[in-house]
């Protein structure tokens, strides 16, 4: 019977000791759970972030240069604020960032699709359901390799997210002589990232695609002392540039020539009234395409009515002579649009960057300055293509 006893209450003894150990084991459970949960789940910023067409890495004076376009999307229906992009050499992720381009800096490169709310200098805000363009300038020393590949790092004021990895194409870069003869040739609107440059900021829509076909495109003017033109500014004889010779960059077929618009009375903003209507056949004015070879393609727009020399079919060299510059198609005052693209269709392609055999820059005051070789100018450069360099 004790025995009995004894057995019993070792039996109660060990039913407790399970059972508050069951019970403290659930608890730890519980509390492990809990604390699991403190922080809610999240997606991560839902913010699309993507590069159309991958950049072509080019050289001007001491500097590799990258233009592209990055495209951003909030797909939340909450804002977003971006506080900084991060440009990563995706094989030297460790070497720290190409470039870093904070807020302020920020949206100046912007172009939104709706509408930004700029909270303060220091802070970028993307909508809900928006989306943005973010006009790309990355600068390299010439010292340095080019990347094979890049990143982004976009930083908003709750996370970072690492984005849109894309190619920097390494080919050879097409070699061209100069379009234009002489000296004191202004670049404008050449490569650059400025707000107010009309060819880098040229993206249009057609047949629902996003291109530009003007990104390195440059307006050639002649100018001294700072102006286009001496006298009369609604006289296109008064410009320097005008009736100036065009020519060939390289060897190639003419694809396309229009003849025949007339020039246009020059003038800026209200000013601006075009001898013809402005329309997707007239916009260019008088030119010529001129097919380089199997991806590249030479736009001279704006010509001189009359002063074509040369039409579809024909066969042309380096350094032949093609045309007068004029003020015809959507032109101000009288200059030569010249861009290269990828596609034999005006304003379809997309505008790629070439290199020019030689050159010299003007410097702000006398003197001299190095040969440029196998460069390409930049926006607002005063140029020397003089035959004697």
């Known amino acids: ?68 376009e990055l495209y951003l999307t909030n797909f939340s229906s909450s804002p977003i604020q971006l506080e900084r992009i991060e440009v990563v050499d995706a094989d030297k992720k460790e070497a720290g960032s190409i470039a870093t381009f904070d ?28 989306s943005a363009i973010v006009f790309m300038e990355v600068t390299m020393d010439r010292n340095m390799l080019p990347p094979n590949s890049i990143f982004h790092r976009l930083s908003t004021d709750k996370e970072t997210l690492n984005c849109a990895i894309i190619k920097t194409k390494q080919t050879n870069l097409p070699l061209f002589g100069a379009p234009v003869k002489g000296s004191e040739w202004l670049a ?8 107010s440059n009309h060819h880098r900021r040229g993206i249009i829509i057609l047949d629902g695609l996003a291109t530009d076909s003007r990104r390195c495109a440059i307006d050639w003017k002649k100018v001294k002392d700072g102006a286009s033109y001496s006298g009369d500014s609604r006289n296109v004889n008064a410009y320097y540039c005008y009736g100036e010779p065009v020519y060939a960059v390289a060897d190639g077929r003419v694809i396309g020539a229009k003849d025949g618009l007339p020039d246009n009375i020059p003038g800026h903003g209200d000013a601006f009234h075009p001898a013809v209507p402005i329309t997707f056949e007239t916009i260019a004015g008088n030119s010529i395409i001129i097919e380089l070879d199997n991806s590249h393609f030479a736009y001279y727009l704006h010509l001189q009515p009359g002063s074509l020399l040369v039409k579809p079919g024909d066969r042309v060299k380096k350094g032949q002579l093609l045309a007068r510059i004029g003020a015809s198609g959507d032109a101000r005052e009288p200059h030569l649009h010249f861009e290269v693209t990828t596609s034999s269709t005006f304003l379809f392609g997309e505008g790629v960057p070439y290199i020019i ?22 926006n607002r450069e005063l140029v020397d293509f003089e035959d004697k360099l």
């Not at 009995?4 to 109660?12: D, E, G, K, P, R």
């Not at 970028?124 to 928006?130: D, E, K, R, S, Y």
């Not at 404008?188 to 707000?195: L, Q, R, S, Y």
């Not at 190095?370 to 930049?378: A, F, R, S, V």
């Open 103 to 130: 807020a302020r800096q920020l949206q100046a490169m912007m172009t939104s699709l709706g509408e930004t709310v700029s909270d303060s200098p220091g802070k970028l805000t993307i909508a809900g359901g928006q």
């Open 188 to 195: 404008a609107d050449g490569p650059g990232n400025d707000e």
């Open 357 to 378: 055999d030689r050159y010299r820059l003007i410097p702000a005051k006398n003197g001299s300055t190095d040969m440029h070789i196998h460069e390409l100018p930049l």
């Open 1 to 68: 019977m004790k025995r009995f006893v004894h057995l019993a209450i070792i039996s109660i003894g060990l039913i407790f000791v399970f059972t508050k150990s069951e019970n403290l084991m659930a608890q730890s459970s519980n509390s492990d759970y809990k604390h699991d949960t403190v922080k809610p789940f999240s997606w991560p910023p839902q913010l699309e972030a993507r590069v159309p067409y991958e950049p072509t890495v080019f050289p001007s004076s001491q500097q590799f240069y990258l233009f592209y």
